[in-house]
Structures are given as structure tokens and as C-alpha cells.
């Protein structure tokens, strides 16, 4: 064969493979009408093509079109916009039809109902895969998903690839999507969608991620008349504040909790997702037990059982410390239950050592439930400072106020560290015993305040006062009382028995009984301590201890100031007035009115 030829042939070749290797732009009609009807009876999705269409056959047979519609019949799911490529495959192709092996939709406009996509008959798509050929590959890039009935669910910057070669192997997918401008990204995901159909048991996998969260599961899923999914999880986040912010998932005390993981196996159904063995970790607490939350009520409930050796619940009681302003006083800033109550929660607690701010308990009992706008929180035993403490709290929100409610009881409590550990220095020893009760109702703390009532008693026993000796005070007030007022501070006063009782009616505690009892002293208490104020206005006279009742005090304290900076001084009128030399100085008698009162006194 001469080169002219062979050049010839090759001339032709090299043009039939350029013409093969071009995308041919094909009027509408016939191919994107062989496509349409191949999509519709394959996979039960209408298709409809209002742009170009062009097909090429090297390197592999392969169409696009452009400004295509892509949906369920029902509207369960349509694609609208953007551009559909496929790649054929070649042995029907050789029979002139027309099968996709891939699906790559681009830059397009997706719209579901989550209603209507549970109502679709999956089983019947999935359930001849083994007799029909399918495309082995769907991507989606640069498009985005708007939801009819989900709110603020939408994602934008969608980029997904859904791979199923063969059903001798699982469903595959991964991908990406932005939503409430934070990327989420779907590592991966695996599924049977074959063993499903027939209502066989799939294993199945997922790793899910956002910014500062993660979940991981790995199991057995199945369908039918009663879905079932089991298999181990875990779920992470660095900050459930930050979560529940970013998310808008309404969680129980989302927005005051920081770090938090939850691992363990699982079984979910339509009516409840429980962990019987549930392993949490806390910030750098470690909490295990078992957690479930249910569906079937009007809204979630989380429910559950955990015990751990160490507990900080210091971020719960952190708006406590929000009620006072930065100057001391009550804030006026109003009391929102709303963050703190989006779901419902039913949960026991018990902790070797347990911290509620400055405040430690050990061997604790506790129980919280939350209801829409309600807050409980009990211990039902606790180890207090050496002693014992239970308590419950209770907060209800209704009509823009909040009632607020506590009481609880006390015994054995080791007055001394407590008053160390809230701050206050060790001005009194001894063991506490009592109970309280505080009820108040307001748009803000300081309402709350400002309305406050109830009662409280605290009875101390084999305690000292540390910083003065009452009976070396007595005795000096007997030989100089004058000088008594510049020397008083110093020692202790030890006492067998201390008390006081106080009625609280609209923020003002009235002091009904005050006593303390010593070997050589006793005291008598009078007068009020002001909750909205913040401050003291007591008195404390003291007598010795065989004193006949009714004597008048022979040393009087006055007990003032605010609650951060209590003032503790004698009076200066009562020692002047046990002077000799001043004396006549205060008669005793008191001039009747209208009557003039002596110029001078001969004696």
C-alpha cells in the first residue's frame, strides 16, 4: 500500500475521531424524548429539557442538557435549572436505547416536602435493582435544597455524590452544604437499599460534622411496619451553648452548657431513641447511666438515669449570679425561662462530690424536670459541710412574671467552711440545723425581691464567736465602761446554744427571735434584715448569763451596714450611760410634754 494511501486513511480516521470526540449540538425532540422516557420508567421521575442538548461519543458516550426539570410526579422533590450530564452506557446504546450510568446536576434549584417524601414508595424504586440496570453514580454541585414544610432547614453551596454500583455492595454518600452559613459536611454514609426494600436488616454507617459538633453511627437499620435502627454512637460538641445558637434546636439548659459527648449503643424506633448504657462526658465530668428521649408526645422529652464520681453544676446556677448588677444591686434585666426550656426533661442525678459554684456536696441525690416555662430542681439527700442539706427550687414562668420558690432543710452543717466557701470570713463557728422557705413573683430579680416572703430558723450549737469575748467585754464595761468602746475587739465567746427565727414579708426579714447562750453571756437579738436593700439593722444586747429576765442590757452592738461589709459597734450611749461621772448627763426620766426640762441638777 503506497504512503499516499496509508496518509489517506489516516487522514480519515483522525477526522472521524474528532467528529466522534465533539459534542454535537442535537435539536430537541428525539433524544432528550428517548432520555425522558427512560428516566420516567426507570426511576419514576418526569424530566423535561428546555434548553440545548448535546452529545458526544469518545471517550465515552456522554449527554448534556441544559435548563432541564427534573421531579417526582407528586412534587415530593423537583431539580429545576441548571445542567444535566450523563454518561450512556454503550451496549444499549448499540440498540438504540438510551441508559445513564451517571447523573451529574449542576448549578440547579431543588425543592422537597418532607411530608410527601415519606409518603414515597421506596421500596418499589429500590426493589428491582437486582433485575434493572440503575445509574451507578448521582453528583449534585453548586446547586441548593429549599424545603415546603421544614423551617429553617435550607441549604445553599450543596455539593453531594450519592455512588451505588452494584447491589452486592452498600449505597454510598458524602458531600457538603452550607446551612445557617456554617458548613456541614456528610463524610460518609452507608446503606442496602436493596435489604431495606424487602424489609431485610442493612448494616449501615454515618459521619456527620459542623463547625465545634459531630455525630457517628454504625449499626443495623430496617424498615417495614415498625422501622428499627440499632448499633452504637456517638455524638460530640465543644460547646452546646454555641450549638444551640447556631442551630436553633431548643435544648434544656442549651444555652448555659459548654463541651459535651454522648457515646453508647442505641436502639431507635418511631416513638423513642434510648441509651440503656450511655456514657457522657460533661466538660471534664464523666457521667453513666442510661438516657432516652420519646417523640410521641407533643414535644421531645429527654429522660434519664446518671450517676458520676465528680459534678460541676456550676454553669446551671450561673444566671443566679447574673441577678445582681455590677454595682451590688438587684438587676432589674428581665427573668427569660425560654432558653433554658425549650424541651422537655426528666433526669435523676447522683454524684460522689458534686459543686454548685463556691458550694461543694457529697454522696448527692438530685432529680431537675423541665416543663414549657418550669424549671424543678430538688436534692433529695446530700452530705453538706459535714452535715446533711435537702432543698428544692422551683421557677414558673406565666403572664410575663416568673414565681419563684424554694425551701429545704439542714442539719449538722459545719457553720465555719460554709462562710469560708461563699466568701464570708469565720466570724462564728458551730453546727447549723434549720430550714427555709423563700417565695417571690416578678418581670425581674428585683421584683422578685422587693415581694418576697417567708420564714427561716437556724439553730447553732457548741459554736464560739471569733473576734470578741463577750465576757471579758462585760467585765470590762463594769469597772470602765468608757473606755470599753475603744477595746472590745479580740477572742472568742464560746456559747452552747445560738439562735433566730425570721418572718420575711415583702423583702423585710423581721428578726422574731434572736438568742445566743454561753457559759458566762447570753445575747438578745432585735430588729430586721431589708432583702431589697441589701442591708442590717439588728441590735444585740448583752447580759450575763444568771441575769434576771427583763434586765436591761449591759452592753448593747449594733449589727449594720450591707451584707458585703457588716459594721459590728457598741453602742456608745449605753456605756456612757453606765458611767457614774456621765450619767446625769441621760436621765432616766423622760420629761412629760409641755413641761420644761431642768436648766441644772443640785446634788
Avoid at 261 to 279: E, T
Wanted: hydrophobic share 40%; proline share 5%; no cysteine.
Amino acid at each position: 500500500m503506497s504512503r499516499r494511501v496509508v496518509f489517506f486513511i489516516a487522514l480519515i480516521s483522525l477526522a472521524v475521531l474528532g467528529t466522534a470526540a465533539s459534542p454535537w449540538t442535537l435539536p430537541g425532540g428525539g433524544l432528550s424524548a428517548e432520555l425522558q422516557e427512560h428516566v420516567r420508567e426507570r426511576y419514576g421521575l418526569d424530566l423535561a429539557v428546555r434548553g440545548r442538548s448535546t452529545f458526544a461519543v469518545l471517550p465515552i458516550p456522554r449527554v448534556k442538557f441544559e435548563d432541564v426539570a427534573l421531579a417526582f410526579p407528586d412534587g415530593a422533590l423537583k431539580a429545576e435549572g441548571g445542567t444535566l450530564r450523563g454518561e450512556l452506557r454503550i451496549l444499549p446504546l448499540l440498540f438504540g436505547r438510551i441508559e445513564l450510568s451517571d447523573f451529574d446536576l449542576t448549578e440547579t434549584r431543588i425543592t422537597a416536602s418532607a411530608q410527601k417524601l415519606q409518603t414515597v414508595k421506596w421500596a418499589d424504586i429500590f426493589k428491582d435493582r437486582s433485575t434493572k440496570t440503575h445509574a451507578r453514580r448521582l453528583v449534585v454541585s453548586k446547586s441548593s435544597l429549599r424545603w415546603t414544610d421544614l423551617k429553617d432547614s435550607n441549604l445553599d453551596g450543596l455539593n453531594a455524590m450519592i455512588r451505588w454500583v452494584d447491589p452486592s455492595e452498600p449505597l454510598t454518600a458524602s458531600g457538603s452544604a452550607r446551612w445557617r452559613d456554617e458548613l456541614v459536611s456528610l463524610e460518609q454514609a452507608s446503606i442496602f437499599p436493596d435489604l431495606l426494600a424487602s424489609n431485610k436488616i442493612s448494616p449501615f454507617s454515618l459521619t456527620l460534622s459542623a463547625t465545634g459538633a459531630s455525630l457517628t453511627a454504625e449499626g443495623e437499620a430496617q424498615l417495614g411496619d415498625g422501622p428499627r435502627v440499632t448499633g452504637e454512637t456517638t455524638i460530640k460538641t465543644t460547646s452546646v451553648r454555641d450549638f444551640t445558637r447556631w442551630s436553633g434546636m431548643d435544648l434544656p439548659f442549651g444555652s448555659l452548657l459548654q463541651a459535651l459527648s454522648i457515646s453508647g449503643d442505641f436502639s431507635m424506633d418511631r416513638r423513642r431513641l434510648s441509651w440503656p448504657a450511655v456514657s457522657i462526658s460533661l466538660g471534664s465530668d464523666k457521667l453513666e447511666g442510661t438516657l432516652g428521649v420519646r417523640f410521641d408526645t407533643e414535644r421531645p422529652v429527654i429522660a434519664g438515669t446518671l450517676a458520676a464520681d465528680t459534678l460541676n453544676l456550676s454553669d446551671l446556677f450561673a444566671p443566679f449570679n447574673q441577678t445582681r448588677t455590677s454595682s451590688g444591686s438587684w438587676s432589674e434585666e428581665a427573668i427569660d425561662l425560654a432558653g433554658a426550656t425549650g424541651t422537655d426533661l426528666d433526669l435523676r442525678l447522683s454524684a460522689a462530690s458534686a459543686s454548685l459554684g463556691r458550694l461543694s456536696l457529697d454522696d448527692m441525690a438530685a432529680s431537675v424536670l423541665i416543663q414549657p416555662g418550669r424549671i424543678e430542681a430538688s436534692i433529695g439527700r446530700a452530705e453538706f459541710y459535714d452535715g446533711t442539706l435537702k432543698g428544692r427550687l422551683s421557677l414558673l414562668a406565666h403572664n410575663g412574671l416568673v414565681d419563684f420558690k424554694s425551701q429545704g432543710t439542714f442539719s449538722g452543717v459545719k457553720i465555719a467552711p460554709f462562710l469560708t466557701a461563699v466568701g464570708e470570713p469565720r466570724w462564728i463557728t458551730g453546727r447549723a440545723h434549720g430550714q427555709f422557705s423563700f417565695d417571690g413573683q416578678g418581670r425581674n430579680p428585683a421584683d422578685v425581691i422587693r415581694q418576697a416572703q417567708g420564714r427561716s430558723s437556724v439553730d447553732l450549737t457548741d459554736g464560739e464567736l471569733v473576734g470578741i469575748n463577750l465576757e471579758d467585754a462585760l467585765l470590762r464595761v463594769e469597772k470602765r465602761p468608757l473606755l470599753a468602746s475603744l477595746n472590745w475587739k479580740g477572742g472568742r465567746t464560746p456559747f452552747s446554744k445560738a439562735e433566730a427565727n425570721i418572718v420575711m414579708q415583702d423583702g423585710v426579714g423581721q428578726i422574731v427571735e434572736g438568742k445566743l447562750k454561753g457559759s458566762a453571756v447570753q445575747a438578745h437579738l432585735r430588729g430586721k434584715v431589708l432583702l431589697v436593700d441589701r442591708t442590717l439593722q439588728v441590735t444585740a444586747g448583752i447580759v450575763p448569763v444568771d441575769a434576771p429576765a427583763g434586765q436591761s442590757p449591759a452592753l448593747t452592738f449594733d449589727v449594720t451596714g450591707d451584707w458585703d461589709n457588716i459594721a459590728v459597734t457598741p453602742q456608745v450611749r449605753s456605756l456612757i450611760e453606765r458611767s457614774g461621772a456621765a450619767a446625769p448627763l441621760f436621765p432616766s426620766k423622760r420629761v412629760p410634754a409641755g413641761e420644761q426640762r431642768p436648766q441644772a441638777t443640785a446634788q
